[in-house]
């Protein structure tokens, strides 16, 4: 479980976060969304214990982990995979070395048992492993690099937190149609705690079971697709207005998604 409770962040003088507070339960699945710049991977950082919070508390696992000592910090990171922006792969090392690298620092495995679970872990992310292992980075396709990344964060330490940022940036509809189907997979498979940092509202939604919306360091929305969609504060609307068209459509068709889901797992359907 993570919470943030009235989180305050500043990069100097530059105020960047204010009274941020939210939660993401065991299991959950949580979009943050919210323009360029409003402070979103910041939170993520926070979560990772990477900056600290000048105002609250940020509690990873039941720790405030702005208040551990580094040690204790990294131990805490083992259960939290993190996907960067852009997937941030090593340009220079081949794709079972990116997989494994963790492993590779931090264990002492022996090379041909990490190259196994590399391999293994490829196909788990939907990659065929002896076409792809061998290859560097540059010679993969944008969505088969972020499917590396992903795996890559989910060898390093078996996590049970993922956080995502802006997993889809860059990608075309199809990949990014994709990419979703497996943090999406993965979240139900693994019983993950998922939080993804987006500004693609549809990506969120395709996704999320909650929504908060970060603008300018500030929390204006935390809540249901619902809740979401029925938002009457003007800050919300703004934010949604240019994608309204868009999002409208895919909540309807995710919400008519869900009644259905709903419908074919009751009690009655089963029997
Ligand atoms: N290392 C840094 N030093 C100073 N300012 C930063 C740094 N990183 C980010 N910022 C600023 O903090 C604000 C929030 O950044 P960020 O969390 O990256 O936003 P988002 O992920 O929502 O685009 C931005 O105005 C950004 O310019
Ligand atoms: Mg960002």
């Given at each position: 479980m993570i919470q943030l409770r009235s989180v305050s962040f500043a990069y100097g003088e530059k105020q960047v976060l204010q009274g941020v507070s939210f939660s993401v339960d065991d299991g959950e699945a949580v979009a943050i969304m919210g323009?360029?710049?409003?402070?979103k991977s910041t939170i993520l950082r926070l979560i990772l214990g990477l900056e600290n919070a000048s105002d609250g508390e940020v509690i990873v696992d039941g720790h405030d982990i702005g208040k551990l000592r580094e040690s204790k910090r990294r131990q805490i990171r083992k259960n939290i995979g993190m996907v960067f922006q852009e997937g941030a792969?090593?340009?220079?090392?081949?794709v079972g070395e990116n997989v494994g690298y963790y492993l590779l620092e931090?264990?002492?495995?022996k090379w041909e048992e990490i190259d196994q679970r590399a391999c293994r872990m490829l196909g788990e992310v939907g990659l065929n492993c002896d076409e792809?292992?061998?290859?560097?980075?540059?010679?993969?396709s944008g969505g088969m690099r972020r499917r590396v990344a992903i795996g890559r964060a989910l060898l390093s330490t078996d996590p049970t937190i993922m956080l995502y940022d802006e997993?889809?940036?860059?990608?075309?509809p199809r990949s990014t149609h994709n990419i979703l189907g497996l943090i999406e997979q993965l979240h139900r498979e693994k019983n993950l705690s998922t939080v993804v940092v987006t500004h693609q509202i549809a990506d969120a939604i395709a996704i999320a079971d909650r929504y908060v919306v970060i603008i300018d360091g500030h929390m204006v929305f935390d809540g249901s697709l619902d809740e979401l969609r029925d938002s009457r504060d003007p800050k919300v609307l703004s934010f949604l207005a240019p994608f309204r068209a868009s999002v409208t459509g895919v909540i309807e068709s995710r919400l008519s998604d869900v009644v259905a889901q709903n419908e074919s797992e009751s009690p009655q359907e089963e029997s």
């Amino acid at each position: 479980m993570i919470q943030l409770r009235s989180v305050s962040f500043a990069y100097g003088e530059k105020q960047v976060l204010q009274g941020v507070s939210f939660s993401v339960d065991d299991g959950e699945a949580v979009a943050i969304m919210g323009p360029s710049g409003s402070g979103k991977s910041t939170i993520l950082r926070l979560i990772l214990g990477l900056e600290n919070a000048s105002d609250g508390e940020v509690i990873v696992d039941g720790h405030d982990i702005g208040k551990l000592r580094e040690s204790k910090r990294r131990q805490i990171r083992k259960n939290i995979g993190m996907v960067f922006q852009e997937g941030a792969l090593f340009d220079s090392l081949t794709v079972g070395e990116n997989v494994g690298y963790y492993l590779l620092e931090h264990s002492k495995l022996k090379w041909e048992e990490i190259d196994q679970r590399a391999c293994r872990m490829l196909g788990e992310v939907g990659l065929n492993c002896d076409e792809v292992i061998d290859l560097l980075p540059e010679q993969l396709s944008g969505g088969m690099r972020r499917r590396v990344a992903i795996g890559r964060a989910l060898l390093s330490t078996d996590p049970t937190i993922m956080l995502y940022d802006e997993p889809t940036t860059g990608l075309d509809p199809r990949s990014t149609h994709n990419i979703l189907g497996l943090i999406e997979q993965l979240h139900r498979e693994k019983n993950l705690s998922t939080v993804v940092v987006t500004h693609q509202i549809a990506d969120a939604i395709a996704i999320a079971d909650r929504y908060v919306v970060i603008i300018d360091g500030h929390m204006v929305f935390d809540g249901s697709l619902d809740e979401l969609r029925d938002s009457r504060d003007p800050k919300v609307l703004s934010f949604l207005a240019p994608f309204r068209a868009s999002v409208t459509g895919v909540i309807e068709s995710r919400l008519s998604d869900v009644v259905a889901q709903n419908e074919s797992e009751s009690p009655q359907e089963e029997s």
